[in-house]
């Protein structure tokens, strides 16, 4: 995470006009990325650049260019100066004191329902606290949200944010959709199909003659239908596989925001109920947060499922 205090030295703070100093206490707009004293932030009650959130407006600093901005952390060396503003409103530490907390979620959001404050949902949160915090203030006025995320890494984004309980639910479904793939009338048809591919191709890359080309490609069409019209089951799983796989993902894309805000309002009320007022902040930030780990054992356990099943069906 790079040192907002080495960032924005020689930048002017909007609402006082003053050139912000090395040991000023800076915080960021996480809409735009603009940087305020935490004083003025708080007395202005929002970003001095609010007006221009709608025409998509992002900040950018004047005394260094953007490439030379981009080696200041090394493992966001391909982000903007935009991206890298809102990694900053992330906390980093685990001694999380209120003082230090960025104002922006308490004094733009206050309370996302009855005693889900927006700030204990985002230092929980924590990665991308600025768009899941958005995210969930919609969903409490009762709109559709999306995660593209979950959809596109659907089961991997359940673990990845800690939501293991409803992960392994998607897990299972993921796995026996997955599955369907091992029995031995789609092997049979996806065998079949990938030797159709492959003389397609050849005669693609061989030097017949337009009327060759197309006469030899009429045969193995004909042969493809005819293998699929014998093997319908298979053709009946594969499709229906397909099916399952987009409907699982548009289903997950539509209700992961929800699933994830249930379970950060179920843990808040833990993590409240099993803390004193003065660590109550620092148990949200360590039990919240992702995990990698999970992921990756998740990845690991899938791949040893298939290596089994595929064993297990090509010894029939």
């Not at 703070?13 to 809409?31: G, R, S, W």
């Not at 924590?126 to 890494?153: C, E």
């Not at 030899?216 to 089951?233: C, F, G, H, P, V």
């Not at 053709?235 to 950060?264: D, P, R």
Request: aromatic content about 12%.
């Amino acid at each position: 995470m790079a040192d907002n205090k080495f960032r924005f030295t020689n930048e002017k703070c909007p609402v006082c006009n003053n050139t912000f100093k090395h040991d000023d206490d800076i915080v960021v707009c996480p809409e735009c990325g603009t940087p305020h004293h935490r004083e003025c932030y708080i007395e202005n009650k929002s970003c001095a650049n609010h007006h221009k959130h709608s025409e998509d407006y992002r900040w950018e600093p004047t005394f260094v260019s953007l490439e030379e901005a981009e080696t200041v952390n090394s493992q966001s060396k391909e982000k903007s100066i935009y991206q890298q503003a809102i990694d900053m409103t992330e906390l980093s530490y685990p001694n999380i004191q209120s003082d230090k907390i960025n104002p922006f979620f308490r004094e733009y959001y206050g309370d996302l329902e009855e005693e889900v404050p927006a700030e204990d949902v985002a230092i929980f949160v924590r990665q991308d606290s600025h768009r899941y915090v958005s995210n969930f203030h919609s969903i409490a006025n009762g709109k559709l949200t999306w995660n593209w995320a979950a959809f596109f890494f659907t089961p991997y984004w359940f673990f990845y944010r800690k939501l293991h309980k409803i992960g392994a639910v998607i897990f299972a479904i993921f796995l026996l959709i997955t599955s369907i793939s091992f029995l031995p009338p789609v092997v049979q048809l996806n065998t079949a199909l990938a030797s159709f591919e492959t003389e397609i191709q050849e005669i693609t890359d061989s030097d017949k003659t337009e009327e060759e080309y197309q006469a030899a490609l009429l045969e193995i069409t004909s042969e493809m239908s005819e293998t699929i019209q014998k093997n319908r089951t298979g053709a009946i799983l594969v499709m229906s596989q397909s099916v399952a796989s987009v409907v699982l993902s548009i289903l997950v894309g539509l209700n992961a925001n929800k699933w994830y805000y249930k379970h950060i309002k179920s843990q808040l009320k833990t993590i409240k109920t099993e803390s004193t007022s003065e660590n109550y902040k620092n148990n949200l930030f360590l039990k919240g947060g992702v995990s990698y780990g999970s992921a990756f054992l998740v990845v690991l356990l899938e791949k040893a499922i298939f290596m089994a099943l595929e064993m297990l069906f090509s010894a029939f």
